[in-house]
């Protein structure tokens, strides 16, 4: 139960321990104690902003206790992440590959960079708690499996958690890359632990990952946040999804770069956009775009009311471009304050953070290679209240 906590909350004080888990203050001492003489729990105190009084101590979990891995299967990329149950990220790393790269050859680079990211943070695998996969397609949450393809043709992310989970002899998990980008801001952004928040991923096509009471929110089915296909115009362009007039169609970057009629060397890389927005043609292009959204982004607030809207996504780099228009819509909706609009402040590394996130922060999917010691045990599946 305490353990829980603190993979949820990174770090906490004893008062904290106590109300979340309802256990009294001396069995939360006791444990404490127990689990410091094991090397597990880490005590730190921090001066209070105003340098006077003696701060409270907050506890957080040694690397002993676990760690995790996260993987992000990109477009243009591969990376991985490890880290341990406090949150820190020990070590990283980022392999650029060819656009629309196959999973003959990533699979194998995926294992490798998890070996040498191990190697690198000096970790046993014997302490992996888990891993998780970030990847851009819509994911049955308890199968891992595509509900639909995804944008790398071929590859199967459950058969990719198949090779890392029989490689460490860890529980995988497999995601949708707007999902994991949402956890991420919300365990690590600016905004972090905010009660709603809306991560909105626009890069070849456009995602929505939504994260609620610090849960991402899959709906009945896993499908939720699929946002790049709400209807726009009825009467519109035909969408990959068989449906019409797709907001998608208007907005993703698949989209502009078909509509601008760029040459090959500029569809490889978005961000190319930005370098080329001053031309009258594509400043028009993504401005038309920036209004359809901000119309998409006011429908979610009117839906959800979230504490913050963040844009992230290889098209964020657009910023203001974006934004602008996004930030007047909240104006003009007439119910409470205007929702907050915010690039994302993780950039490209909130997929592979949320993938770590996940494995951190869900104790009810990753227990079984946790720490095995009598302390871990028992804190994790808690005590009789006192």
């Known amino acids: 139960m305490l353990v829980d906590v603190l993979r949820r909350e990174g770090a ?3 008062g904290r321990l106590i109300s979340a888990t309802g256990l009294s ?3 939360v001492s006791s444990l404490v104690v127990e689990m410091q003489k094991e090397g597990l729990l880490c005590e730190t105190r921090y001066p209070t902003a105003t340098g006077q009084g003696r701060p409270p101590a907050r506890l957080t979990l040694e690397r002993s206790a676990g760690l995790a891995i996260g993987v992000d299967v990109g477009v243009r990329h591969i990376a991985v992440a490890v880290g ?6 020990l070590a990283e790393r980022w392999i650029s590959l060819p656009h629309g790269h196959s999973a003959d050859h990533g699979a194998p680079t995926v294992l490798r960079c998890i070996q040498e990211t191990l190697d690198e943070a000096g970790a046993d695998p014997h302490g992996l708690v888990g891993a998780a996969i970030s990847i851009a397609a819509p994911v049955a949450p308890e199968r891992g499996q595509f509900m639909i393809p ?3 043709p071929g590859w199967s992310g459950q058969q990719l958690a198949n090779l890392i989970g029989e490689r460490w002899d860890i529980p995988v998990a497999v995601e949708n890359d707007a999902n994991l980008g949402a956890l991420a801001e919300h365990t690590w952004g600016d905004l972090q632990g ?3 928040l809306l991560y909105v991923k626009m890069a070849s096509r456009l995602g929505l990952g939504i994260v609620i009471d610090g849960s991402i929110y899959h709906g009945a089915q896993g499908s939720a946040g699929e946002f790049g296909h709400i209807t726009v115009d009825p009467a519109g362009e035909l969408c990959w999804c068989g449906r019409r007039g797709c907001l998608e169609m208007y907005v993703g970057g698949e989209s502009l770069l078909r509509q601008l009629e760029l040459p090959d060397s500029a ?3 978005l961000r190319e ?4 927005a001053e031309d009258p043609r594509i400043g028009a292009a993504i401005n038309r775009a920036a209004t359809v959204l901000a119309q998409g982004l006011s429908t979610l607030a009117l839906l959800f009311n979230p504490s913050v809207i963040i844009i992230g996504g290889e098209l964020a780099v657009l910023g203001d471009l974006l934004l602008g228009p996004a930030r007047q819509a909240m104006n003009n909706i007439p119910f409470g304050r205007p929702i907050p609009v915010k690039t994302a402040t993780l950039d490209g590394r909130g997929s592979v953070a949320g993938a770590l996130a996940l494995v951190l922060s869900d104790s009810s999917r990753f227990t079984d290679h ?3 010691s009598p302390a871990v045990r028992s804190a994790g599946r808690g005590l009789p209240h006192h």
Do not use: F, H
């Open 84 to 89: 341990d149950l406090s949150r820190r990220v």
């Open 273 to 276: 956009l930005v370098l080329r």
């Open 150 to 152: 995804g944008v790398l």
């Open 25 to 27: 203050r001396a069995t």
């Open 12 to 14: 906490a004080t004893r």
């Open 194 to 196: 905010a009660t709603s």
């Open 370 to 372: 946790a720490a095995t």
């Open 267 to 269: 569809a490889m890389d």
